[in-house]
């Protein structure tokens, strides 16, 4: 976009072109000069197509556009997004300035069966979508040469709408890839599972430096039973996750192939992907010579990153169901059915061993990572069997998660750092050692921020509350009441993530009376809004959202207690800015890492967390409390209880009274020192530009060296 050619004023045509360039690629979604143009074309359609570019465009009237087209000062901002765009694309980023940049075919192809990037694109479940959205985002920011590869939902995960008794209703919307901005590579492929060809096609979205491929089987072509391949995530029976986790291995390194993209290194992203490594040990697989020689060689170039702490949650399928599945994937391999079926066994010969899909990518990855500190040596003792040596000898390390630091920072709060200490988030690099400074600023001007943060958020959970309370038919009393919930001045608890049991929601209600007295105190009253989607198979998980959304309606909580429904990466950034207090209770050790927590600290929040996941790396007894300590109970009861008990002693003699010994204007000063030294402590490391340069570091770059030998 030369300057010479900027003129005032433009035709609708070429602006609606401009537009959709600048829409076709999701560096929007991060950077300001990118959303905020699209905010501005109409913003209500902004809201009602959940912040969706091109959703908004379609919906934006030619009259406005018109009148947008002869605005300069919108033409401007429209090509300024553009030009910053292609200034972030053409610089040397962290990568290419270091001197592991002279890697010699250096590619890594990253694969997950989620993404998590933008709320408008709802291909995410929960937070290993996040992480890998995340992961991109940074790759791309630190120049990391990586392509991913998933799966493209034509359902997504699902909508989450509650009926009048609490129970969940699942939507499952038809999406538009068009409207995501997906471009049509225009390539297919014929992915073999079972004995037939199953064909898909491959879509390309641009995050950033990055491309991401995603698979869809949703064609003619195909038998109905395999249109449905792609339908939705996590969704099923164990035979069509099979499948999916076929497709998304096997097809995967098979676009890559029919696109012409080489790659050196393969990182699975959690257990769903490990057929890619088989498939890629028969691609450079020659008949008469031992398949093992094949597997070796690409064991030394795949990285595998686990997050399943319990034994459970690991994908195990029947081996005969998979040996049937795999039949045509491993026509040429040489393999027997037993072989076939040992490579997700433990113990070669078991027949009672069922596959397991973590089993298969330990055997095939020689970098393995847990995803906290803690995770990882849970996570040694959980495969010591697997690797026949005692667990302090297990080679899987840890790389903490992080989050992307411009996806979930709030514009405001961004802007306050950026004046008060010169913090720059658009410099490229895995260092954010600019947070070290929060403490310097003034405190009577954080905590207008702070207020300025949980004002917006009440007002929109309040709006929220009212869409929910009209589509339930709850009557004119009812949808106005909610502008009178919550309170913009009080402390507020946030609880937003997936409502898996092992999360426990509920447990801040455990002596529902005790809250109620911590809650409803007239001198230092406390609010929690909640949010978050159980599977539509967990019924424990769903039980748990009607118990909270039942627990806001009793009389004992006077309104202090919302649910907010279909909690999404938007509801998730107002709540991180708005909350005061994160609230965090699984049972230790379930939570391999967790991410939310560190999202309000980019914002001066403080974590109230069992010492689970990241958080025992980052607690240091001010920026945040400890729920008990790392005593477990084998007793589920009596943990809760411990647990609770602990929690409301907490909230009672530590955070309240904190919050509320405010000076003669109404600033807490032993707050905010502790809000302050959260921001200091917590963004600098828990971010995931540090976590990809870890990575890279640790396990793209050695992985991509020994490959060869
Ligand atoms: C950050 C985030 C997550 C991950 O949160 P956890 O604390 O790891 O459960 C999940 N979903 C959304 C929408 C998020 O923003």
Not at 151 to 171: E, P
Request: glycine content about 8%; hydrophobic content about 40%; overall charge neutral.
């Amino acid at each position: 976009m030369s300057r010479s050619k900027q003129s005032p004023s433009i035709g609708v045509d070429d602006l609606v072109g401009h537009l959709r360039d600048l829409a076709s690629n999701l560096w929007w979604a991060w950077n300001e000069e990118g959303w905020s143009v699209f905010q501005s074309l109409d913003p209500n359609e902004w809201r009602a197509t959940n912040y969706s570019p091109l959703g908004t465009l379609e919906r934006t009237s030619h009259a406005r556009l018109e009148v947008l087209a002869c605005d300069p000062i919108f033409v401007k901002r429209v090509y300024d997004g553009l030009a910053a765009r292609a200034a972030y694309l053409g610089e040397r980023a962290w990568f290419q300035r270091g001197a592991t940049a002279k890697q010699e075919g250096f590619r890594v192809a990253y694969f997950c069966s989620e993404y998590g990037l933008h709320e408008s694109i709802q291909q995410y479940a929960g937070g290993l979508g996040i992480l890998a959205g995340d992961h991109l985002k940074s790759a791309s920011d630190l120049g990391i040469p990586l392509v991913a590869i998933g799966l493209a939902y034509r359902h997504g995960y699902y909508i989450q709408q509650l009926s009048r008794d609490g129970s969940t209703q699942v939507l499952y919307p038809e999406y538009d890839f068009n409207r995501w901005g997906l471009e049509d590579t225009h390539r297919t492929i014929a992915c073999p599972i079972g004995s037939r060809l199953v064909t898909a096609r491959i879509w390309r979205m641009w995050v950033g430096r990055v491309p991401l491929y995603l698979l869809d089987t949703d064609l003619k072509a195909n038998a109905p039973e395999d249109r449905r391949l792609t339908e939705g995530l996590y969704k099923g029976e164990p035979l069509l996750r099979l499948r999916q986790q076929i497709l998304l291995g096997v097809g995967g390194v098979l676009a890559l192939k029919a696109l012409g993209e080489r790659v050196s290194v393969l990182h699975l992203n959690e257990g769903h992907a490990a057929f890619a490594a088989v498939q890629r040990a028969l691609d450079v697989h020659s008949p008469g010579q031992p398949i093992q020689d094949s597997f070796d060689a690409v064991r030394r170039a795949t990285v595998f990153t686990t997050h399943t702490p319990v034994s459970a949650g690991h994908d195990r399928y029947n081996s005969e169901m998979v040996v049937q599945e795999l039949s045509g994937v491993m026509a040429r391999s040489g393999l027997t059915p037993m072989q076939i079926a040992d490579l997700g066994r433990i113990k070669a010969g078991d027949i009672k061993e069922t596959f397991c899909m973590t089993v298969l990518a330990l055997r095939l990855a020689e970098r393995v990572n847990g995803v906290s500190k803690l995770h990882g040596e849970v996570s040694r003792e959980m495969w010591k069997e697997f690797y026949g040596v005692p667990a302090a000898k297990v080679p899987i390390g840890s790389i903490t998660n992080g989050v992307h630091v411009k996806t979930w920072i709030d514009p405001d709060a961004e802007r306050f750092w950026k004046d008060e200490i010169a913090l720059r988030l658009t410099k490229q690099a895995p260092t954010a050692t600019g947070w070290r400074h929060a403490e310097d600023v003034s405190p009577t001007k954080f905590w207008a921020l702070r207020s300025r943060l949980r004002h917006r958020m009440v007002h929109f959970v309040r709006d929220r509350l009212a869409i929910q309370c009209k589509r339930r038919g709850e009557g004119q009393g009812a949808v106005a009441e909610t502008y009178s919930l919550l309170d913009e001045d009080v402390l507020t608890i946030g609880f937003a993530r997936r409502f898996a049991t092992y999360k426990r929601a509920p447990l801040v209600f455990h002596d529902a009376d005790r809250l109620a007295r911590i809650l409803t105190n007239t001198d230092r009253p406390v609010q929690i809004i909640f949010a978050g989607k159980a599977h539509p198979r967990d019924e424990d998980g769903q039980v748990f959202v009607r118990q909270i959304f039942e627990l806001t309606r009793d009389a004992r909580f006077g309104g202090r207690v919302a649910l907010i429904e279909e909690y999404d990466m938007h509801v998730g950034r107002m709540l991180v800015a708005g909350c005061d207090v994160w609230l965090n209770t699984p049972i230790r050790p379930y939570e391999a890492s967790g991410t939310s927590g560190m999202k309000p600290t980019l914002h001066g929040g403080l974590n109230l967390s069992i010492l689970d996941g990241w958080w025992p790396e980052a607690s240091d007894g001010i920026n945040g409390w400890n729920i008990g300590g790392t005593e477990t109970f084998a007793d589920t009861k009596l943990q809760d209880a411990s647990d609770a008990a602990n929690l409301y002693r907490l909230l009672e003699e530590s955070v309240v009274p904190q919050f509320y010994e405010q000076d003669a204007a109404g600033i807490p000063h032993g707050w905010i020192a502790r809000a302050l030294h959260s921001a200091a402590t917590v963004p600098p490391v828990f971010n995931s530009h540090r976590m990809v340069a870890e990575y890279t570091r640790k396990a793209y770059v050695p992985a991509h060296q020994i490959r060869g030998s």
